[in-house]
């Protein structure tokens, strides 16, 4: 068993590393282009790629390496997909320190490839531990990817230990291991400031736009592409529950975004830099280790269904609570101001939440993009008779074939772009309105 467990170990860091080196190679290449462009739209662009879940990439190329080398394939489907992550952290590095010391560099050099490396390298150099811990958790978290090619990471093998023997204990080594890989992450990431911004310079590089949004570019299109012409060939057989799915999704998301709003903002009625810091934390943590805990000491007791929505919940809670803190820790002046100004605590109440509405309707998008996609916990805790539209693809990928699954990949990558194109709103305009203050 230990062998088995150390082996595990083993493959896991593996991926991390291949997937690391991919997206940190991608998000470099973007955020370095988008910084010699100085458009808003090479900054946010990027963002587009978290439209489409890494599973189901990993099913868009399967054909390519399911028999080649599985091991490739989770390493670019995770890393292509992860690669926004990276982007942001560099992006965030080479506005806030590059543009003073290429401008100096260009007067004593001139315009040459020196100066723009010698420009970008300590961006590049302080945001390379952060975005690969960032990558790390993805990694430790994914179970769709490493189910679908078989991959024999932490994650997945808690699971299968979980699902054949039923043996808490025995996938109780795997969860802890979890655990503290997860939290051990969430340290490293709030060591960087992820929050992408464009620069303020008047030289706009056209030609630089265009280069640092061609892997979107063809990402997105690759994407749409595969899933259309899966629709086209199959038809529509595995589509006709596409309704019930996405009913089934959405109750999972109005349930789950309501009470983490609800706690979140209890929360935050007393606002601390230990919220901003920590709460990155229950994400940190896979679901799995979340999940496995609560299906062994309340499966008997409470409904599966409750579980669902309350170990999502959990795993989600950090995310949305580490928005809206950083906002508001960020804003202490602009808020006492607002609290001394305001005539009633209506108007306070109203004037703090417009200031908060674009990091709201943020946190708000990435937890309905997380839940519409989410799998490890609800592979765990699957409720007999309710398949989320993520559920559903994972079943059929693994007993009949992917290509199947056109309508549904065509709707989970359309709601994913409409989610990225409110995230990319609501930083532009939470970044505008730091900007006055």
């Known amino acids: 068993m230990t062998y088995i467990w150390f082996s595990s170990v083993i493959e896991t860091i593996k991926l991390i590393i291949a997937s690391a080196f991919i997206s940190l190679i991608i998000g470099s290449f973007t955020s370095i282009f988008a910084w010699k462009s100085s458009y808003k739209l090479a900054y946010y662009a990027p963002i587009m790629i978290l439209s489409v879940p890494p599973w189901l990439f990993a099913f868009f190329i399967s054909d390519y390496f399911t028999y080649i080398d599985p091991f490739i394939g989770a390493s670019i489907s995770l890393g292509i997909c992860s690669s926004p992550y990276c982007h942001a952290v560099i992006c965030s590095s080479l506005t806030s320190r590059a543009y003073k010391s290429y401008e100096a560099l260009l007067v004593l050099n001139g315009l040459n490839i020196k100066s723009i490396l010698y420009a970008i390298y300590p961006s590049l150099r302080i945001s390379v531990l952060p975005s690969i811990a960032i990558v790390s958790a993805e990694v430790v978290s994914d179970f769709g990817v490493a189910n679908y090619f078989g991959l024999n990471t932490l994650t997945m093998l808690s699971y299968n230990i979980w699902s054949t023997t039923w043996s808490f204990s025995n996938s109780a080594y795997g969860i802890i291991w979890l655990i503290i890989i997860g939290i051990t992450l969430s340290l490293l990431k709030n060591t960087a400031n992820s929050s992408i911004n464009s620069s303020n310079s008047s030289k706009k590089s056209l030609y630089s736009c265009y280069l640092s949004l061609l892997p979107t570019v063809f990402f997105i299109v690759f994407c749409y592409f595969t899933s259309l012409s899966w629709l086209i060939g199959n038809g ?42 920590v709460g990155i934390m229950t994400y940190s943590i896979p679901g799995i280790a979340i999940s496995l805990p609560l299906v062994y000491f309340l499966g008997q007791k409470v409904s599966l269904i409750i579980l669902l929505v309350i170990a999502i919940s959990v795993r989600y809670f950090g995310l949305l609570l580490n928005i809206l803190s950083s906002s508001l820790s960020g804003s202490s002046k602009y808020i006492e101001t607002i609290t001394i100004y305001s005539k009633s605590s209506l108007i306070r109440i109203i004037n703090i939440f417009n200031f908060l509405l674009p990091s709201l309707a943020m946190g708000v998008s990435i937890l309905v993009l997380e839940i519409t996609r989410e799998l490890p916990i609800s592979m765990v805790l699957h409720p007999a008779g309710f398949e989320t539209i993520a559920m559903r693809m994972n079943h059929i990928s693994k007993i009949e074939s992917p290509s199947l699954l056109g309508g549904q990949s065509v709707v989970l990558i359309t709601i994913g772009l409409l989610l990225t194109c409110i995230i990319i709103w609501s930083t532009n305009d939470r970044n505008k309105k730091f900007e006055k203050q």
């Open 236 to 277: 529509f057989f595995h589509s006709k529950r596409i309704i019930e799915e996405l009913l089934n999704t959405t109750f999972l998301v109005v349930f789950v975004v309501t009470i983490n709003i609800m706690i979140g903002s209890l929360f935050l009625l007393r606002t601390s830099k230990i919220f901003e810091k």
